[in-house]
């Protein structure tokens, strides 16, 4: 399952949507559902799902005694966003994560009670090396 790329905005908010079912499974009334208010046509989450499964990052099944299709996810939004993060890392930080964590600090983005929470996180994951 060769997943190619990033999400487009509006396919995130599809995948964050199946991502947040129930089952994580659903059909494309069910993603309507979670649009809220603003809704997109049918037709138009529908072309979504065809690119998504085209991509790699959803897959089908039909429901029994129907013409219905069901998609479900092919990949964990903690695995989507690990691949996501690895790659700004390599592409935009030459691979170092402490370039990276040092631009987040230096523009201001990272408070230092972020940052400390950030360093115990790391020195409660060596404890347990």
């Given amino acids: 399952?060769?997943?190619?790329?990033?999400?487009?905005?509006?396919?995130m908010q599809i995948m964050n949507i199946?991502?947040?079912?129930p089952s994580m499974k659903g059909t494309i009334a069910d993603v309507l559902e979670g649009y809220g208010e603003k809704k997109p046509a049918?037709?138009?989450?529908?072309?979504?799902?065809?690119?998504?499964?085209?991509?790699?990052?959803?897959?089908?099944?039909?429901?029994k005694g129907t013409k219905?299709?069901?998609?479900?996810?092919?990949i964990t939004k903690k695995d989507y966003t690990r691949q996501v993060l690895d790659g700004v890392k390599d592409d935009l930080f030459g691979g170092s994560f402490s370039s990276?964590?040092?631009?987040?600090?230096?523009?201001?983005?990272?408070?230092?009670?972020?940052?400390?929470?950030?360093?115990d996180m790391?020195?409660?994951?060596?404890?347990?090396s």
């Fill in 122 to 128: 790391v020195e409660r994951q060596d404890s347990f």
């Fill in 42 to 63: 049918y037709t138009t989450v529908a072309t979504f799902m065809r690119i998504l499964l085209n991509k790699g990052y959803v897959g089908f099944e039909k429901m």
């Fill in 18 to 21: 199946l991502w947040s079912l």
């Fill in 1 to 11: 399952m060769g997943k190619q790329g990033t999400l487009t905005k509006a396919e």
């Fill in 100 to 119: 990276l964590v040092r631009f987040f600090v230096k523009e201001e983005r990272i408070s230092e009670k972020e940052l400390k929470e950030m360093l």
């Fill in 68 to 74: 219905t299709l069901c998609y479900y996810p092919l």
